[in-house]
């Protein structure tokens, strides 16, 4: 178990140096690396292009991956359900309803250009906004898997949660100015590059809470895994977990979400990769390796969105789902085998 975490580690150092050296300019690792030391490059412009764009972009993946990754971790298990996920399920759709209600009716009243320019306490309002608005989805996910036991019809409640937020943003799309739809639009498609320093002084300490969360309802999360009849026999508050996990979730989908978009199949499609390569079922060492793994790929996607020595940048979602499409197959189809045994 040790090597393995030793081998995810050196894997996501070697594809954050990477991220940061593809792009339109190439930059050589080693000039990567001086950088980041706190070296003099031999290219001065290659400071700037590091430290200014490519270096927040880098730990906006990283820390989008890691969240991601999380939470979806935490909702399967919370549902018992292997598909659910922040953006299947519905809380991502919540999470940007939270961030439409924000931006969109803001500028339809003609306060957009003040809070662009409320710096951190806007930037911040993004953050809990969505981060409601993915807790008020997920609560009624919770609320409905309380009387539903089928985990294909809860799946189709959640699709369905997500229509109808969804409709909800386009009606508020429909009142607002033409440039604010198409920012929103291109936020929707969803981009890690996006991100500022000043933002990720808000968003890194807020993903840090949220794992540090996570990795203390680790006992919590095995024990659900049981069901909740045996969690109370064993003495645990299921309410008071669910709580909690709900609250993570929610701050780690929701922030990620109010800064980078709604970033798809990442959350269902990091924790079966963690769970087939350490063959384990303990959240003491799922937590961890989902947050190293989440990363790995979301800083794997975002070098995939570059064309080496273009300007051309394909859309992020777009890129996960090529990623998270065979996954999700996988685990349906290894579902499926097992109900025929």
């Known amino acids: ?52 764009f490519r ?37 991502s759709s919540g999470a940007s309803l939270g961030v439409a209600l924000v931006l969109l009716t803001v500028s339809a009243t003609g ?12 930037d911040l309002s993004l953050v809990i906004a969505a981060s409601f608005g993915a807790a008020v989805v997920l609560g009624m996910v919770l609320i409905v898997s309380q009387r539903v036991s089928d985990t294909m019809t809860l799946l189709i409640l959640g699709l369905l949660f997500g229509y109808a937020t969804s409709a909800i943003v386009n009606i508020l ?22 991100v500022t320093w000043r ?3 808000i968003l890194i ?26 969690a109370l026999t064993l003495g645990l508050t299921v309410q008071q ?4 996990i709900i609250t993570s979730a929610s701050i780690l989908a929701g922030a990620i979400t109010a800064f980078c978009g709604p970033v798809a199949f990442l959350g269902v499609a990091v924790p079966h990769l963690c769970r087939s390569l350490l063959n384990t079922l303990d959240h003491r060492v799922l937590v961890p390796a989902v947050t190293i793994m989440g990363a790995i790929l979301a800083l794997i996607a975002d ?39």
């Open 1 to 52: 178990m040790p090597v393995i975490f030793l081998s995810l580690t050196s894997i996501l150092i070697l594809a954050f140096l990477l991220d940061i050296a593809f792009g339109s300019v190439q930059i050589p690792i080693k000039e990567v690396i001086t950088i980041l030391l706190g070296g003099e490059s031999s290219q001065p412009t290659w400071t700037n292009i590091i430290l200014k």
């Open 55 to 91: 270096l927040p972009k880098a730990l906006t993946a990283t820390c989008s991956g890691a969240a991601l990754g999380v939470s979806g971790l935490q909702m399967q298990t919370l549902f018992r359900n292997p598909l659910a996920g922040p953006f299947i399920l519905g809380i």
């Open 111 to 122: 306060g957009g250009l003040l809070f662009k320019n409320s710096g951190i306490l806007g």
């Open 173 to 194: 799309l429909n009142f607002s100015d033409r440039t604010q739809i198409q920012s929103y639009l291109i936020w929707t498609f969803g981009s890690f590059s996006g």
């Open 199 to 201: 933002q990720l002084t």
């Open 205 to 230: 300490p807020i993903i840090i809470f949220g794992l540090l969360i996570a990795l203390l309802l680790s006992k919590p999360l095995n024990v659900l895994i049981l069901g909740d009849t045996h």
């Open 241 to 244: 977990a669910r709580f909690w």
């Open 303 to 341: 070098l995939l969105t570059q064309f080496p020595g273009s300007q051309t940048v394909l859309p992020l979602n777009s890129v996960t789902a090529l990623i998270g499409t065979p996954v999700v197959t996988w685990v349906i189809l290894h579902r499926n085998s097992r109900s025929h045994l």
